[in-house]
């Protein structure tokens, strides 16, 4: 880390927490009859006050640190930009939500020279935190954690995302549906079953072997990717570079999981 003023990872989790149960202690209730446009105009709103809440709690604190608009995210894609900011996103799995599912979450990180040095993920409903700084073991709830031990993939259990076709289109559909298919042929079972950033904090605590996604959805992932890579995992891209804003795709896994499902990602 620079000389910059260190961040108290505690306060910062703390923060990210007041705001998810406020998020979560208000649930929103659509009308059956809600078309697309009104659901997704609410969820703005919702975001929208989160995140006008937590940069008032984290300013009291740290002043200077700057927030993820889309120029700073496009510039360190490019390697332009230098500075400290926060990504946060409010509710990832916002279909969980708005279902009135759980297994969605809030997630936080803070990048410094385009690399997380930071990172949270909570889950309200059951009311874990998921923790990393640097320097620092990845932790649940304060505990020490770690990915999985698992060395094959034939009992290895993945987790994935596929987006709705009115976010990717067709033809990006098909493509994810036949990638996913080819790595469930091997190993034990695929599941699509929370909110990206989540699915990464439970990598990083070994509840899943493995998190494989398409696509260049890195505001979702960051914070997660500094969970698994502090809890001993393996975080690439899907031509088996190191994660990254210019990368595309996502492979987080134990470093025995990591090779195999590259391999089977690049055939």
Known sequence: MS????IDPALCASSLQIVTDRIAA?????????????IVGELRRISADATALLKKLLAQSYPTIGWGETEMVDADRTGRDQRRYWLFDPIDGAYHYVQGLPLWSASLALIEDGKPIFGAVYDPRLREMFLWSEGCPTTLNGHPVSVSSKTTLPTAVIGTSLAPVAQIGSEVLGN?????????????????????????AYVAAGR?????E?????????????????????VTAFDGEAFG??????????KALAAPLIDLIRD
């Open 245 to 254: 804003f210019d990368r595309s795709g996502i492979v987080a896994a134990s």
């Open 214 to 234: 398409p696509g260049n959805d890195h505001d979702d992932w960051i914070a997660g990717v500094a969970l698994v890579a502090g809890a001993g995992g393996s």
């Open 26 to 38: 208000n649930p929103y209730r659509f009308d059956a009859d809600a078309d697309l446009r009104a």
């Open 3 to 6: 000389m910059q003023m260190k």
């Open 176 to 200: 994810t549906a036949a990638l996913i298919t080819r790595i469930a042929g091997h190993c034990f079972i695929v599941r699509q079953m929370a909110a990206s950033s989540l699915q990464l």
């Open 208 to 212: 899943l072997d493995a998190y494989v």
